[in-house]
């Protein structure tokens, strides 16, 4: 390597960002949540972990956070590997099924709340969900495979 020379990892060796979040439908609607930064881009709720932090912990504190809910029979659902929708960075996100404790309101930095059954032409949904959740929720015969 030349003296004063960089090196740099190509973009697909970049960490993924890592995150929980929770697929919670009730009635044959999922429920989604808008960030007050992107309140036109619908997503799963949750977040990043602490660095100390197990998965189901972090979705647990994440959900307190911002819908004053706690996550009731979380099972794991899947890992989606893809672009982060604000960040635009690779992005891991493992999502767990969860009934919650109570109704949510949205805090922290949320905006807006919406269930939603995936097939609304006029929302916004990150792709990561629309391409990777909708599509394995609909398969379990969790929410309708058509707009009703």
Same mark, same amino acid.
């Given at each position: 390597m030349e003296q004063g020379s960089v090196l740099v990892s190509p973009p697909d060796?970049?960490?993924? *960002?890592?995150?929980?979040?929770? +697929?919670?439908?009730? #009635? %044959? @609607?999922?429920?989604?949540?808008?960030?007050?930064?992107?309140? !036109?881009?619908?997503?799963?709720? %949750? %977040? =990043?972990?602490?660095?100390? !932090?197990e998965p189901i912990e +972090?979705?647990? @504190?994440? *959900?307190? !956070? #911002? *819908? %004053?809910?706690?996550?009731? !029979?979380? @099972?794991f659902l899947t890992d989606v590997e893809a672009l982060a929708a604000l960040e635009g960075v690779p992005? =891991?996100?493992?999502v767990f099924e969860a009934r919650i404790s109570r109704t949510p309101q949205p805090a922290a930095e949320l905006a807006d709340l919406k269930w939603v059954s995936g097939h609304e032409s006029d929302l916004r949904i990150a792709p990561a969900v629309r391409d990777h959740v909708l599509p394995?929720? @609909?398969?379990?015969?969790? *929410?309708?495979?058509?707009?009703i």
């Amino acid at each position: 390597m030349e003296q004063g020379s960089v090196l740099v990892s190509p973009p697909d060796e970049l960490e993924p *960002l890592v995150v929980v979040a929770a +697929a919670i439908v009730q #009635e %044959g @609607r999922l429920l989604v949540v808008s960030k007050q930064a992107a309140p !036109e881009v619908f997503y799963l709720p %949750g %977040g =990043k972990p602490d660095a100390d !932090e197990e998965p189901i912990e +972090a979705l647990t @504190r994440e *959900l307190d !956070e #911002e *819908l %004053g809910v706690q996550p009731l !029979e979380p @099972r794991f659902l899947t890992d989606v590997e893809a672009l982060a929708a604000l960040e635009g960075v690779p992005m =891991k996100m493992t999502v767990f099924e969860a009934r919650i404790s109570r109704t949510p309101q949205p805090a922290a930095e949320l905006a807006d709340l919406k269930w939603v059954s995936g097939h609304e032409s006029d929302l916004r949904i990150a792709p990561a969900v629309r391409d990777h959740v909708l599509p394995l929720l @609909r398969q379990h015969g969790v *929410l309708p495979s058509k707009a009703i």
